[in-house]
């Protein structure tokens, strides 16, 4: 089945402990990209890659690291997490960024 | 970047009733998409448009993209309670010389349907 995979679906964490959120595609897709979504502000782009290798800054990337060392493959790492990154976290992948994205499940992620 | 005024932010209507929501931007875009939300899971999406004047169906749902391409219009006809979620516009700007900037999001339509 063709899918985006994130993990984990919900953690809790405190403030400064390094955590990585995990997203995986089986699509052979080139685009990835992180959305983080809050209420009354929709979805905000983070950062996103057009290719291995290949990564950029999005809307809101400050806090965020992210690394593409495979095509399959977008980890989104908080090194030191704040209070105001908890949030609810989507990957989503596309053939490039011309097409329409297909987005994961969600991650909840709760930083005291 | 570019930013879109989705409206309304939530809808209260009755089951059968025909639902319309919209998506405006000062900016042109060259593909509109519409994805719905619902509780706990990822947008999945339902409707996409590449060409100005387009107007698209996906059963009950239609779509149309604006000829001014700032643009996008979604309705959903005779509501139904699994019709429940956020629905997202998206606009994507690609350019002729190979590239695009990333999807621009609405903040989100609302809709509730009361039985």
């Known amino acids: 089945e063709a899918q985006v995979t994130q993990n984990p679906r919900y953690l809790i964490t405190v403030t400064g402990k390094k955590l990585t959120v995990t997203c995986s595609q089986n699509?052979?897709?080139?685009?990835m990209s992180w959305y983080r979504q809050d209420p009354g502000l929709g979805l905000r782009q983070i950062y996103y890659s057009m290719n291995v290798e290949v990564t950029d800054k999005g809307d809101v990337p400050e806090g965020y690291k992210v690394s593409r060392k495979e095509k399959r493959n977008f980890p989104l790492i908080l090194e030191s997490p704040s209070p105001n990154q908890t949030s609810l976290y989507f990957c989503?992948?596309?053939?490039?960024?011309?097409?329409?994205?297909?987005f994961g499940p969600g991650t909840r992620l709760t930083v005291l | 970047g570019q930013q879109l005024n989705q409206s309304p932010q939530s809808m209260f209507i009755q089951e059968g009733e025909d639902v319309s929501m919209n998506c405006t931007s000062s900016s042109i875009f060259n593909t509109w998409l519409w994805y719905k939300q619902e509780p706990g899971e990822g947008p999945v999406l339902l409707i996409a448009l590449y060409k100005a004047g387009e107007l698209t169906s996906n059963g009950r749902l239609t779509a149309q993209f604006g000829i001014t391409r700032k643009d996008s219009f979604l309705n959903i006809s005779a509501s139904i309670p699994s019709d429940v979620g956020i629905y997202f516009c998206?606009?994507?700007?690609?350019?002729?010389?190979?590239?695009?900037?990333?999807?621009?999001f609405g903040k989100g339509t609302h809709l509730i349907i009361q039985p």
């Open positions: 699509m052979n897709h080139e685009y």
């Open positions: 989503a992948s596309s053939l490039s960024i011309g097409n329409e994205q297909f």
């Open positions: 998206a606009g994507l700007v690609a350019y002729s010389g190979g590239g695009a900037d990333g999807l621009t």
